[in-house]
């Protein structure tokens, strides 16, 4: 059963003052005298009081909540982006409502529907792809929004984040360049940025004259989708001699199913993953992969949603962050 939760008037009852300076108080502190802001403090403390900002939405069309919704709590991307995103929020006062949506398009519209009925003050979105109804939702709250991790759509308002489709290419160009010619490209969870990367491997395959092919796994990434491609991999594509993956995970487990069947990597099969996570970047041999500014982008993301809610006009549309490719020691 819910709890009663502790009010203002308790508080004022408590130390002899009425609920009007005890709320004055807890706004801003420097209202009152330091002697009656002690007691308030320390008897909000005692009862555990829990602030209502359902009046201060309701009066300054306001909740200083910004809305995140991602697509895997489990991604380590998302995580690095997080952490830039709260290095900005935080210190300004903001809290973060953070949704997660499966990779859904329709997930993210219930979801985002939710949050906007909290009253977000802004929306950061992980996808540049989105339904009718969430467009028609974003532009009836009017609320500032960042697109994140694309910069090849068109934004609503903003994106902030890096080419997908040039970062691959660049990648597979780099493995081409090292002598490979029968390059697979394993494309897992099948959103939008996975359709890009294979769209820049493409690019890079067929500019060589080589022929480009692609196995698909609809399921979430992880080091073990990346072990059972890899077997696939070996039992229809024997000549294979190089791995673009979609993402590190991917890679690594990639990479490891070779080192259990005793395969030299890159001797027989060069390995190549995408982001730059931590764990391919200390392994030995290092991972190569696409480095890509996750936590920047978050920074740089709520920056921009910040600026926008001084009143400030959008200056750029896209905030193309770039990518680095770090070739390691598995090309």
């Keep these: ?50 602030p209502n900002r359902g009046p201060d939405i309701l009066s300054k069309s306001t909740s200083r909540a910004i809305g995140v919704l991602l697509p895997s709590l489990t991604n380590q991307v998302f995580a690095d982006v997080l952490k830039g995103i709260e290095a900005v929020t935080e210190p300004a006062g903001y809290h973060l409502m953070l949704a997660h949506y499966g990779y859904s398009p329709d997930v993210e519209e219930r979801t985002l529907a939710s949050l906007l009925s909290y009253n977000v003050d802004a929306v950061l979105l992980s996808e540049s792809q989105h339904t009718d109804r969430t467009l028609r939702m974003l532009e009836t709250a009017g609320v500032p929004t960042v697109e994140l991790m694309d910069t090849r759509n068109p934004p609503i308002h903003q994106a902030v984040g890096f080419d997908n489709v040039a970062a691959a290419r660049a990648m597979v160009e780099a493995m081409i360049e090292r002598g490979r010619r029968h390059i697979l490209y394993l494309a897992v969870r099948l959103d939008a940025r996975t359709l890009q990367r294979e769209e820049g491997y ?17 399921e979430r ?45 890159p001797g027989q099969l060069a390995i190549a993953g995408f982001h730059g996570h931590d764990v391919g970047q200390v392994m030995a041999p290092q991972l190569a992969s696409v480095v890509t500014p996750r936590e920047a982008m978050g920074t740089r993301a709520a920056q921009a949603l910040l600026a926008r809610l001084r009143g400030e006009t959008v200056k750029d549309a896209i905030i193309d962050l770039g990518y680095r490719i770090e070739t390691g020691g598995t090309l």
């Design 1 to 50: 059963m819910k709890k009663r939760r502790p009010t203002l008037q308790d508080i004022a009852d408590q130390v002899g003052a009425t609920k009007m300076t005890v709320s004055r108080c807890l706004r801003d502190p420097d209202t009152v005298s330091e002697g009656l802001r002690q007691r308030i403090f320390e008897a909000a403390e005692t009862l555990g009081y829990i």
């Design 202 to 218: 493409n690019q890079a395959m067929r500019a060589a004259g080589l022929q480009p092919q692609t196995l698909r796994r609809a």
């Design 221 to 265: 990434s992880s080091y073990s989708v990346g072990a059972t491609l890899l077997d696939e991999v070996l039992q229809q594509y024997p000549q294979a001699d190089g791995l673009f993956c979609t993402n590190d995970d991917v890679a690594i487990g990639a990479y490891f199913e070779c080192v259990r069947r005793g395969l030299e990597v």
